[in-house]
Every structure is written in C-alpha cells, then in structure tokens.
C-alpha cells in the first residue's frame, strides 16, 4: 500500500488505525494531519473514538481558517498549523501518547538513540520541551521553535511526542521506531549495564553492498518460489502483527532448491508488504528494478556455509533486543522447550555484521541457530520457514519471560544434568 494514492482523509484513517490498533494511542489520545499541496490542513477530530474513525469523520481547515466537516478539529490544530508555517518541507505531522516514551516524558528524561543502529538513522534529531498547557498557543510555539531548529521529533514533558514529516508514513515510521527503541532501553535496564555503539561502530553500516549487485531479469516463476513468496509474505505480515519487526525494520529470506533465494525488501512498509516485493536473489546478482535488504550478503553467506538451513529471519523483538543493548548473556536454560529450540544462543559484535559477515555467518551451527547481533537485530536460522518464526517467537517469549522474573526473584535455569537428559531423550534436526 502507498500512502501517497490515497486521499488526505483516507491517509488519516488508515495511520491512525494502525496506531490505535498497535496500542500506541488510546481511544481519546492524539492526532494526526496532513497538509496538501493547496495548503489544506485535513486534520483528526476533537472527542471522535480513535478506535472508530472514518473519513467522514477528518476535518479541513482551508489557508483562511474555515473548517469544513461535521466536527470540531483537534484542540493541538494551534502545534500542527505553526509546524507548517515554521517547516515548509514537513507535510505530515503526528501527536500521540506511546507508553515507552510517555515513561520516558514524565521522569524528566530521553531515550536513548545510540543503543539500535537503525533509531539512530529512523529517527533524527529528538528535540524536548517542558510541560505547557495543551492545546495553549504557547505550546504550539516551543514546539514549532524546536521543528524550525532542525528536529524531526519532539518529547513533551508529562506529555506525549510529536512527528513530522515529508509523508504521514514517513512520520509513522519515526513514531514507531522511537517508541520501540525507548521500549527496549526499558526492558534492558532490568537487566545489566547498557552497551551504546561508538560513531566508528555507526559509520561501519554505510555499506551500500545490496544497492550495487548485478540483475538479472526473472521471466518466469516457478511453483516453488510462488509458494514461498506466499508464506514469506503471511510470516512478516504476522511478525509485524507480534511486534518482532518493525515497519521496515525485519529481514525474512528463503532458499528455493535450485540454489537462489528470496528476501524482503530495503525500504518497504512490512505491514503491506506483497509477493510482487520480495526480491530474487542468485549468486551476487538480484532481481532487475528491486533493492534486497541490506542483510543479504549475510544471508548468503549463512546459506553458502550451512547447507541444512533453509530459512533466516533477522528481527529486533523488544525484549530479546534487551540482550542485544547489555552486557547480559542470554541463557536459554529456563523451560525445556526454549532449550530445545534455542540452544546456546551466542553473541556476535555489532561492527561484525557489516564488516566481518563471513565471521558471522560462521558463528551458527546445529547447537546455535540463533546469534544475538549487539545493538543491531536478533538472527534466527532453520531449516524451514515455519521453524525459523517459531524459534525467534520462542526468543522473544524467553526473554520476556526472564525480565518478568527478575520481578520476582533470581531466575534458576535448568542444571547441567537436566540438560544432559533433554539432549539424551531429545532427538531432532535442525
């Protein structure tokens, strides 16, 4: 889906559904507006359940101030419309309340945007204001004032946060980046001491390897590569749903027996994602007219070592990534089922990733078919699609299992010898 063939109003509905329908506003919280290239402000309304709005419901407020539609526009219009005024190049702007940063709002503080490689670059510059009256023209000010300063996002105190953008979707994507960021620092301080990334070790991602591979030109698709292309597209449309990727954040990618695989795409939405998107890949070339992951030579590397893995799923689920911004260890000893599955999970540097990829890729084995990349995604391998979701779902819920218990009391993992006899009844293949 793109946004930009859609009316203003639909754009809006469409936005904040999402927003609504992943728990990031509640049903009186927040607004969204869109300015067209007539100068029209389409605008959320004032006292509409967020939960149930149509495009009959969105507002235009006209260059002159007259408001067409059959409510009352939202009481932030003074923030949105100053915005506009202040930034020329900023036509979407978004309000909301997501918990994680709100948590961050009304203790005095920001998050942190050096923990995951991909917060820094989503987001920009994250600007702060203090508490002011909302809806007051004062608010609209300092907010403005800090959009005219260069930021993209703005925290407000004991508030909520403010984005703006070229698109509605490009402000979507800043919102749920930093708020699955300022998540996972959250989940991570329960844990152990936070490990930030260097700007040398930043610099390292500007590899630009799947930008500048050979095409090829596919004239024809086989039964095969249309089934996988077809359950490639139900699991990331399902990993985004259980929150284990984010909207373009999250590599999914399958071998077809011939050799030749398929992986998601640099760059696009993973809600809406389509068959037609994923891209081919053979060798060192890709599919003519698309741009792969900037994952792909990793995951063709971990093809070319690993004959028996069939499927690699590259994600960034908030309380596994916990791990991933900590010096904590993630021990998979703690129910017989993620032992099984996960095994001895290891942890590889985030630079490696990018620079030493045939290291990487050389880390998975039988008994670690899944690698923590620091402050970057976790990895998870398998044989099939299926058990590759399974085991990063399995991650995930391991680990939000060890921070609920740290709650609780010390967590105590399985002992040596209950493992030894797991693996003594236990007889599966990867």
């Known amino acids: 889906m793109k946004l930009t063939y859609l009316h203003p109003a639909d754009q809006l509905v469409t936005i904040m559904n999402r927003i609504y329908e992943n728990g990031l506003t509640t049903t009186s919280g927040g607004n969204l507006s ?12 004032k006292d ?51 918990p994680h940063v709100v948590s961050f709002s009304v203790v005095r503080k920001m998050p942190a945007l050096n923990l995951i490689s991909n917060a820094k670059y989503a987001c920009g510059n994250v600007a702060y204001v203090p508490y002011l009256l909302p809806g007051s023209d004062i608010l609209g000010e ?83 590569e249309c089934d996988v292309r077809r359950d490639m597209v ?41 068959e037609d998107d994923l891209v081919l890949v053979r060798g060192n070339a890709k599919e003519h007219g698309k741009i792969p992951s900037r994952s792909v030579k990793l995951h063709r590397l971990i093809y070319e070592k690993h004959p028996a893995t069939n499927a690699i799923l590259g994600a960034q689920p908030p309380h596994a990534m916990a791990f991933a911004i900590t010096d904590a260890a993630f021990d998979s000893r703690t129910i017989p089922e993620s032992y099984i599955h996960l095994r001895s999970v290891q942890k590889v540097s985030f ?48 680990a939000k299992s060890i921070l609920a218990a740290k709650e609780i009391g010390d967590v105590v993992h399985i002992t040596d010898s209950e493992v030894a006899d797991i693996d003594r009844v236990f007889h599966y293949n990867d």
């Open 351 to 398: 630079r490696s990733v990018y620079t030493e990829p045939e290291k990487v890729a050389d880390t998975f084995s039988t008994k670690t078919p899944l690698v923590i990349c620091e402050n970057n995604q976790i990895l998870a391998t398998a044989a099939n699609l299926l058990r590759c979701y399974d085991r990063m779902e399995l991650c995930e819920a391991t």
């Open 48 to 98: 509409v359940d967020k939960g149930a709005l149509t495009r009959n419901d969105i507002i235009c407020v006209k260059p002159d101030g007259t408001k067409i539609g059959p409510h009352r526009p939202s009481v932030e219009l003074p923030f949105h419309a100053l915005v506009y005024k202040k930034r020329p190049d900023i036509r979407a702007v978004l309000h909301a309340h997501p």
């Open 142 to 224: 300092k907010i403005a004032d800090e959009f005219a300063k260069g930021a993209h996002s703005v925290v407000m105190e004991n508030h909520g946060l403010v984005v703006g953008g070229g698109s509605l979707f490009d402000c979507y994507l800043k919102f749920e980046t930093l708020e699955k960021t300022a998540a996972a620092e959250i989940h991570a301080r329960k844990l152990g001491k936070l490990t930030p990334f260097s700007e040398d070790d930043y610099a390292s991602t500007a590899l630009r390897d799947h930008r500048n591979m050979e095409d090829f030109v596919v004239s024809t698709h086989s039964a095969e």
């Open 234 to 274: 139900r699991f990331m449309r399902r990993a985004y749903k259980q929150c284990l990727i984010g909207s373009t954040s999250g590599t999914f990618s399958a071998r077809l027996s011939n050799g030749s695989f398929l992986i998601t795409p640099y760059g696009t939405d993973r809600a809406y994602i389509t």
């Open 34 to 45: 869109v300015m067209d290239e007539a100068g029209n402000i389409w605008i959320t309304p």
